[in-house]
């Protein structure tokens, strides 16, 4: 962990949602909504940066009323203010195949999303896996080994592969990540990422915090982000969003 004793010329925050913006039971705190306002006023951007799909997003963003991106499924997809796709991520048929017979021989729980939905138990039939846009595969695993084995498969295959809890895997086309749709963002905004803060929780997030000028880690988050972090704030159920904000911006 860098120390990092000043503040920074912050004109973008991008948040990880689940862990992170939401409280355990999936609500924006009024103290963290309190915080992001100001934010706001002050002419900051704030952009959720998630694993989530769009359509599981998008009526948080409405209810912070905010007016800048969104980051979606962990960089597979890019949105502007209006809702409209910017840049989309897809993987490949062959690649979707590969991951179900991955799900079928270790007998895992998983779920998978495409341009249009989440799937988690009516999959798609082997056949059909050509008629979708698909964007991530996840594996929901308990055992450590088959965990570690699945992983170690995918990386072999040249996938990202990250994690938004510790016994879950995710995958996006190699290369694709929060950090990079941020960075194409600050591009369009002319900024750079030295003039942006990241916060997470999970291993989906460590990309953007190292890239980030100020990477926050939650103090829910695993051990490895908070080792790759610059600060650590508060966990999800104390506001630790509000924290970092008043701390670092406000």
Not at 200 to 228: H, P, R, W
């Amino acid at each position: 962990m860098k120390a990092i004793t000043q503040k920074r010329d912050i004109r973008l925050i991008a948040l990880d949602m689940d862990g992170t913006l939401l409280n355990n039971e999936h609500k924006i705190s009024d103290i963290n909504k309190q915080a992001i306002t100001k934010a706001k006023e002050m002419g900051i951007h704030i952009v959720i940066s998630t694993g989530r799909s769009y359509g599981t997003v998008h009526q948080y963003a409405k209810e912070l009323q905010l007016n800048s991106f969104l980051v979606t499924v962990n960089g597979g997809e890019t949105w502007d203010s209006n809702g409209n796709l910017l840049e989309r991520n897809l993987l490949q048929v062959e690649e979707i195949e590969m991951m179900w017979d991955l799900k079928k021989l270790h007998n895992t729980r998983f779920w998978a999303v495409t341009v249009d939905q989440v799937y988690r138990e009516d999959f798609p039939t082997d056949f059909a896996f050509s008629e979708y846009e698909w964007l991530k595969f996840g594996f929901d695993i308990e055992d450590d080994e088959i965990r570690q084995t699945i992983m170690e498969e995918l990386k072999k295959n040249r996938f990202q592969v990250t994690n938004s809890s510790p016994t879950n895997l995710e995958v996006n086309p190699y290369g694709i990540s929060k950090a990079k749709a941020l960075e194409k963002l600050c591009e369009r905004i002319g900024i750079t990422m030295d003039n942006v803060m990241a916060m997470g929780d999970s291993l989906n997030d460590i990309a953007m915090i190292t890239d980030a000028g100020l990477g926050v880690a939650m103090g829910n988050a695993q051990e490895t982000v908070k080792k790759a972090a610059d600060w650590v704030t508060d966990t999800n159920e104390e506001n630790g969003v509000a924290k970092a904000f008043y701390h670092w911006v406000l």
